[in-house]
């Protein structure tokens, strides 16, 4: 069993930047594909980014394509969303996930199911 934990949300301006962390426990996180997925209010959950377990490939959904960054450091157990140039649009909670067993290409991610998830963390762009 893999738990995860995000961390970093909060209110900033639109304009303004934050960094999301998830934790994870386990050993096997290293071989995991990760992704961060997010949902606003009244809509449906969507993905936002994936890393590849050595994070050697990301993919992103187009909205934060040049905005967002998705890293990972191994030996901390730890996954990142870094988010730049932040819209009200953004507004969310943000979930990380764990794919045991990883797409054939990071493409798929989106399309993946998805074996772990986190509680979320509330992200408000607002001024």
């Known amino acids: 069993q893999v738990q995860l934990v995000e961390s970093g949300g909060g209110l900033v301006q639109p304009g303004g930047s934050l960094r999301l962390s998830c934790a994870a426990s386990?050993?096997?996180?290293?071989?995991?594909?990760m992704g961060w997925f997010r949902q606003a209010p009244g809509k449906e959950r969507e993905f936002v980014a994936a890393?590849?377990?050595?994070?050697?490939?990301?993919y992103y959904v187009d909205s934060v394509k040049g905005r967002f960054t998705i890293s990972r450091d191994n030996a901390k157990n730890t996954v990142f969303l870094q988010m730049n140039s932040l819209k009200p649009e953004d507004t969310a909670v943000y979930y990380c996930?764990?794919?045991?067993?990883?797409?054939?290409?990071?493409?798929?991610?989106?399309?993946?199911?998805?074996?772990?998830w986190g509680q979320g963390t509330q992200v408000t762009v607002s001024s």
């Open positions: 386990g050993r096997t996180f290293s071989s995991y594909t």
């Open positions: 890393i590849s377990w050595r994070g050697g490939t990301t």
């Open positions: 996930a764990a794919d045991r067993f990883g797409p054939a290409t990071i493409m798929e991610a989106p399309r993946r199911k998805y074996d772990y």
